[in-house]
Every structure is written in C-alpha cells, then in structure tokens.
C-alpha cells in the first residue's frame, strides 16, 4: 500500500516552522497499530513532555524521531526539513540513509538505560562522536566534553568507566554526551526510570537546567508527573496511540478534559 | 617387551623440531585465513541481501556438515579436475582456513549478538557511520565474549594439522609417519609428537585465558 504522498509540503516555510512536525504518522507492528495517523508540533525552544500508560506509543514517538524506528506512513519534518522523506523532482520519496544522517545530526537521545559505551571513559563517551563524526581534533573535542562533563557535575570523572559510575552518574554523562553534539532536539526517554529514588533528583536537575538555558527543543516521556509538571511548556497525555488530550501542565493535570486522562492521573497518583 | 629408546629420540629430535616448525605454521597460517575469513562471513551475513545472506549461511552449515578430512582431499584432489593445480601446502591451508573460518564466523556472530541492542541505538543516535560503529562500538564489545572461543579453534587447528599428512605436508605426523617406515620405530616418534602437541597446547590454552582477562581489563569492561 503505497501512500499519496503529494499532499505532504516538500518543505515547511513561513515564520511560525515547528522545530518538529508528525503529520499523519502511523506505525504499526504487524497487526498492532502503535501509533495512529499522529499530528504533533513542537516550537523551537518548547519543552513537551508525553504522558500515558505503557504501550500508548509515547517511546516509539520519540525512537522514530530518533529514527531507530521507521514509520509506515505519514512524514516527520525537523527543522522544516522533512527527515523520514527527501525530495527528488518535486516529489516526496524515502530518505536515503544520507539524508538521514544529515537530518538525524540536529537531533540528541538520552535512553532509559543510559547506553554508554563500556569500553569508553565518561570523557571517552563525549568525545567519540565529536572525533568520529563531527570530526573535531582530540583537543576540541576534549575541550568542549570538559565544559559538558563540568555543566553535569562530573568533570572528576573523566576518567572512569561506566562500570564505575553509579546509575545516576551514568545518565548525567550521557546527556553530556548527547549535548556536546550541540543537537537541535533533545529527546529523553525515561530517563529517570532506571534509577534509585534518591539520584532520580541529580538528573532531574541537569534537565531543569537545559530548559530556558538554551533554545533547545525537547521531547521528554516520564512517568514523573511531578516533574513533568513542573518543567514542561506542554504536556501531551497519549493514548492508544494518539493524542487523547494535550495542554499546559496547568490545565492538564488540574483540569484534565477528558475522561481518560482523569483516570490515567488519578491511577497514578494512588500508586505514588 | 619393547623399551624405550632414548638414543633415538635424541637422534630424531632435530627432524622434530623442524616438524614441529612446519606444524606452527600451518596451524598460524590456516588461522590467520580464518580469522579474516570469519569476519568477511559474518559480516556479509549480517547485510540486508538476502541472496548473499542466504548463500552464507549455506556455505558456513555446509563446512560445518562435513569432514574437514574430506574438505582437505577436496580442495587437493577435486581442485586439479578443474584446473586448480595447488602445492599441498597451498591446498592444506586454504582447506583448514575455510573449515575454521566456517567455524570463528559463528564465534564472531555470538560475540557480535551479544552486544545490546542499546549500544547500536546510542552509536546512531550519535550519528556513527556503519563502519565507524562496528569498528568502535561493536567489535570491541564483540570480542571479550569471542576471545575464549576464537582460542579454543586456534588449539583446535593446531590439533588438526596432522590432517594435512594425508595430503603430504610434512608436519609432525608426516614426519613420525616417515621415521616410522624408515625404522620400523613407532613408540619413540609418535610419543614424541604427542609430547609436542601437549607441549603447545597447555600454555596456549592457559594463555589466551590470560589474553582474554587482560583485553576486558584493557577495555575496562571488568564486572
């Protein structure tokens, strides 16, 4: 099934271009549709947290923007460039694995499970895609993870393994290396879920500190609400694969609309 | 009862060591086929073409199916039948260098496998090229879990040189084999390349284990 792809724009222009648009997004597991014909912006600068219980989609939003996931129709743009999509002739095609990269380098992940390289000091992890990708010299690259492991608090530990950093630790190098790549979007994804109550609030800090620092966009999941609701320009609650309501973190979790989104909040909050 | 004769280990030692020589060196030379064979093997395995993903994996359960005795009389015997003349040390190290390439591309595959999917998604979400990920991210990770494996084949191939007497290399069987028809001595030569291979054998084994400490350490991946 191949989909009419003329009604998408080549590009997006004017004076109000989202940092990020999903239009029409859909993707599917074989028969399980995990996100339906989504359309989502999010503004340069804007920091948009995405709530809702397991299997709503709200990761794979994330992982396809990432492009560790492909999308079964629909187009992303980032940065009014389309990125799942290229253009030749006029025309919308799949993104060469080219085009990807270069749409793929305005944007940053911090997973779950943090996924430094073992084999790599904290600093080591900073540098590589510096060195390996953006092909700076050691000595800048050295340079600006420094200032990066320095902003997280870690510049003690430039020289540890992963293995010797506690989980907390690990996550703060990681958004350092995902921000010494001086990305566009940040996206993080979950990335207080694997952490022990008490070092959740180390990372939670660095993160405060990026919103308003800079105009990086962000794209957060959490199950924090508390955190989410004090940190987000917009929080959107997902379910079933799309968005069941979204707003200020204000109106959503005061003054939710919609049935599901009360019963979602109120579940929550009884377990915690 | 036969006695030992120690006149004549003495007097067949140089022949041995020469032998033993011969044997070191097919044993090197096969492994270092396969060593970079098994990498050209998983790696076209792991390619998203299916005709050549598919025709690999054939080829590595084909070698590993059958007798590498048969594999060496095949490459040696068969190989002329079609025009590929091949000295028999020629045949005997591209037949052992297939069969245990065969072999360390399964060994690479685990290894490669037993990398977490996370570190692929943080090696793109860095924006690593392919190559630059298997060669920074992948390969270093991949081979703590191979070297033990990889160490075992490389013990393995020592020990299966004498399969390359039949063909006429004269490694260490070849040699006992010829001592023997020449003095009617079987006791003195083929312990002696017993002695040999147990010789070999013990500390390499002891110290790829060694080896294989001192990468994780090095890599700084001690648990």
């Not at chain 1, 396809?64 to 030749?88: C, F, N, Q």
């Amino acid at each position: 099934m191949t989909e009419d792809m003329s009604r998408y724009p080549l590009r997006l222009e004017g004076d109000d271009v989202p940092m990020v648009r999903f239009r029409n997004v859909t993707k599917r597991y074989g028969p399980l549709v995990v996100l339906n014909q989504l359309d989502l912006d999010v503004s340069t600068g804007e920091m948009v947290t995405i709530i809702g219980p397991s299997g709503s989609g709200k990761t794979t939003v994330l992982r396809m923007l990432m492009t560790l996931e492909t999308i079964d129709s629909g187009v992303i743009y980032v940065d009014g460039e389309p990125l799942t999509h290229m253009e030749r002739n006029g025309q919308l095609l799949p993104a060469s694995s080219k085009h990807i990269r270069r749409i793929r380098s305005k944007i940053g992940m911090c997973f779950q499970h943090f996924n430094l390289f073992p084999h790599m000091t904290a600093l080591g992890n900073c540098m590589e895609g510096l060195v390996q990708v953006l092909g700076l010299s050691r000595r800048e690259a050295e340079e600006r993870s420094m200032e990066l492991l320095d902003m997280v608090g870690l510049a003690e530990k430039r020289d540890e393994h992963p293995s010797r950093l506690s989980g907390g630790q690990q996550q703060r190098v990681a958004i350092a290396r995902a921000l010494a790549m001086r990305p566009k979007v940040m996206l993080f994804d979950e990335v207080t879920s694997a952490l022990d109550p008490e070092v959740i609030s180390e990372v939670t800090n660095v993160i405060r500190r990026l919103v308003g620092a800079h105009d990086l966009t962000m794209l957060m999941v959490t199950h924090q609400m508390g955190f989410a609701k004090e940190i987000s320009d917009r929080v959107c609650f997902f379910f079933n694969g799309a968005v069941e309501e979204q707003g200020t973190p204000a109106k959503l979790f005061e003054n939710p609309e919609r049935e599901r989104t009360r019963q979602f909040l109120n579940a929550v909050l009884d377990a915690n | 009862m036969i006695e030992w004769r120690w006149h004549l280990v003495w007097e067949l030692a140089p022949r041995f060591v020469d032998a033993a020589g011969k044997t070191l060196l097919a044993a090197g030379g096969g492994y270092s086929i396969a060593v970079v064979l098994g990498l050209v093997l998983v790696l076209a395995q792991r390619t998203r073409f299916r005709p050549l993903t598919f025709a690999v994996r054939e080829f590595v359960e084909l070698i590993r199916s059958t007798p590498l005795l048969l594999q060496v009389f095949f490459v040696f015997y068969v190989g002329p039948q079609f025009g590929l003349v091949l000295s028999p040390w020629t045949a005997g190290l591209i037949a052992i260098g297939l069969h245990y390439g065969a072999y360390l591309s399964e060994v690479y595959r685990g290894g490669i496998e037993s990398v977490p999917a996370g570190q692929w998604e943080a090696a793109k979400a860095l924006n690593l090229s392919v190559v630059r990920t298997y060669r920074r991210i992948v390969i270093p990770q991949a081979l703590p879990p191979a070297i033990s494996g990889m160490g075992n084949y490389l013990v393995g191939i020592f020990k299966d040189t004498p399969m390359l007497s039949v063909i006429g290399v004269t490694e260490l069987m070849h040699t006992a084999t010829a001592v023997g028809a020449e003095s009617y001595r079987y006791l003195e030569p083929y312990t002696m390349v017993g002695a040999i291979f147990l010789a070999i054998s013990l500390p390499a084994a002891y110290l790829i284990s060694r080896f294989e400490k001192w990468v994780r350490r090095t890599l700084g991946m001690v648990k």
